[in-house]
């Protein structure tokens, strides 16, 4: 199985700050991984898939760059509804796995 | 619009067993993958299987930790997916996610999420 690696697992930050946050694979997954946002009580929302394709009605301000075994999720200027818990998940190979998570908070 | 409803969820003792169900509107359900997905409280996100399209004969494929316990099974008819949990453990409490996957294998569209406690 791969093995998905976040860090930091927590970040406090202030509106406005630029955030970012690493997921580290443990072998080579080209650029399939994903990035999710999660609110505490609901669904993840899918932010970012291949590696850097934002999806339709993210805000510009998230961008994922990355490919191989390295990934990185940057949030430019943070805003307030952005605080949240974030995952990557790796879409290379089954079991689909998923880093640990990121937990932003208000500083 | 897309919708994915799950239920079926609920309290069941160790060993015991429970069906859930994904109800899923405003796409074409029969030409999707889709996986089941869990988190336990607290927790991060855990995957526990994957039902693949008619064009790939509704095979599935399931997480070492629920395989031989674990099946899904898909009404294409219906436009449902299903999740048998048999033998159910401690470890299997954890809000049941359905979610659609997308060409590039990631998930577009989650379900609300069903509450699946065991305990006795």
């Known amino acids: 199985d791969i093995q998905m690696t976040q860090s930091p697992s927590s970040v406090s930050a202030s509106v406005g700050d630029r955030v970012t946050i690493t997921c580290r694979a443990s072998q080579g997954i080209s650029g399939e991984l994903a990035w999710y946002q999660q609110k505490p009580g609901k669904a993840p929302k899918l932010l970012i898939s291949?590696?850097?394709s934002l999806q339709s009605g993210v805000p510009s301000r998230f961008s994922g760059s990355g490919s191989g075994t390295d990934f990185t999720l940057t949030i430019s200027s943070l805003q307030p509804e952005d605080f949240a818990t974030y995952y990557c998940?790796?879409?290379?190979?089954?079991?689909?796995?998923f880093g640990q998570g990121t937990k932003v908070e208000i500083k | 619009e897309v919708q994915l409803v799950e239920s079926g969820g609920g309290l069941v003792q160790p060993g015991g067993s429970l069906r859930l169900s994904c109800a899923a509107s405003?796409?074409?359900?029969?030409?999707?993958?889709m996986d089941w997905v869990r988190q336990a409280p607290g927790k991060g996100l855990d995957w526990v299987g994957r039902s693949r399209n008619k064009g790939n004969s509704y095979s599935t494929q399931y997480a070492a930790s629920v395989k031989g316990r674990f099946t899904i099974s898909r009404a294409d008819s219906g436009n449902s997916l299903y999740l048998e949990m048999n033998s159910l453990k401690s470890e299997d409490t954890a809000v049941y996610y359905c979610?659609?996957?997308?060409?590039?294998?990631?998930?577009?569209?989650w379900g609300q999420g069903t509450l699946v406690t065991v305990s006795s």
């Open positions: 291949d590696a850097s």
């Open positions: 979610a659609r996957v997308t060409a590039t294998y990631a998930y577009d569209y």
């Open positions: 405003g796409f074409t359900f029969s030409e999707y993958f």
């Open positions: 998940q790796q879409a290379h190979s089954l079991p689909r796995t």
